[in-house]
């Protein structure tokens, strides 16, 4: 009762010279409005502090995002710089693959390869992705096309070692196949029948004569290994060359012999001296090819 009696009174006199007037307010009616500013501002002040907590983890998350929103770009680019490997990768395979087909085509009827066509065949052809939009990246299939990449690299690794092996052993049997003359010279009596150079008969003639001077160099015509020399009733000093594959070669009427039996030889190397040693009727190389123990005509065997 008592903050009822007392009371503040303000007087307010204005300078225009109007007559003044006062206010008068209880004291509890002071208290009241007191506490009603308090809270007001105690309230302003929570939502000021909420407000600005709330800007803060904004700003955070924001901040966060951004971060994310670069990492996820990086991704993106990392991504696409794979696809477009994986991409060049199917082509470089493709490109392999196609050379690997020209190669087995140019060696078809090796018989290296003859055992691997089923290998082959089953051989499925590199398709080359289209790289997709930024927007469109499939993860799945990019997986699966490195998945199938993966399983294609040993498989062409096999067929190249097999290509390789059925090349080498091409050049091997290059190498051991006679192909050039045995002494330089021209050919002065065939291979087959014909008038005996001792008479009148016919007579099979199992080689061809090469006339060359005497001692003229006598060269191993393909790779091989010297199986006999000596001297042989007719063939006089010959010497003759198993060069595999069924091949073999003899060199006869020597003036000398370069080689001995058992001796590696390559093509071209020197290994004897034309003379007219044997059944002769003068200097000459009595040249002959056998194929499986099968007389050839050598001719054949010449380029």
Request: net charge positive.
């Amino acid at each position: 009762m008592k903050d009822e009696k007392e009371k503040f009174t303000m007087m307010v006199i204005p300078h225009s010279g109007k007559a003044t007037f006062a206010i008068s307010v209880s004291l509890k009616t002071l208290k009241i409005a007191g506490g009603l500013l308090a809270a007001i501002f105690l309230i302003s002040m929570i939502f000021a502090t909420n407000i600005y907590i709330s800007r803060n983890k904004f700003k955070n998350k924001a901040e966060e995002l951004s971060a994310v929103a670069k990492d996820y770009n990086a991704l993106q680019n990392q991504l696409e710089f794979f696809m477009k490997k994986t991409s060049d990768l199917e082509e470089k395979m493709a490109q392999i693959e196609k050379l690997d087909a020209d190669l087995r085509d140019l060696l078809a009827n090796d018989p290296v390869l003859k055992n691997s066509a089923t290998i082959q065949s089953s051989k499925t052809a590199t398709k080359r992705t289209t790289l997709p939009s930024r927007g469109s990246i499939d993860r799945e299939r990019f997986i699966n096309k490195l998945e199938v990449l993966e399983e294609k690299i040993p498989e062409e690794e096999q067929s190249l070692k097999e290509l390789k092996d059925a090349v080498i052993q091409r050049i091997d049997l290059i190498a051991h196949t006679p192909t050039i003359y045995p002494v330089q010279g021209e050919i002065t009596s065939d291979f087959g029948y014909r008038r005996s150079p001792f008479g009148t008969r016919q007579e099979f003639h199992d080689g061809v004569d090469i006339g060359a001077s005497y001692g003229t160099t006598v060269v191993a015509t393909a790779d091989g290994m010297v199986t006999f020399t000596g001297y042989q009733a007719g063939y006089g000093r010959t010497v003759t060359i198993s060069h595999g594959y069924g091949l073999e070669t003899s060199y006869c009427h020597n003036s000398s012999i370069l080689v001995k039996a058992g001796q590696q030889v390559k093509k071209g190397q020197a290994i004897a001296k034309v003379g007219n040693s044997g059944r002769s009727t003068g200097p000459h190389l009595h040249y002959m090819v056998k194929l499986n123990g099968q007389l050839q005509d050598p001719k054949n065997y010449l380029e």
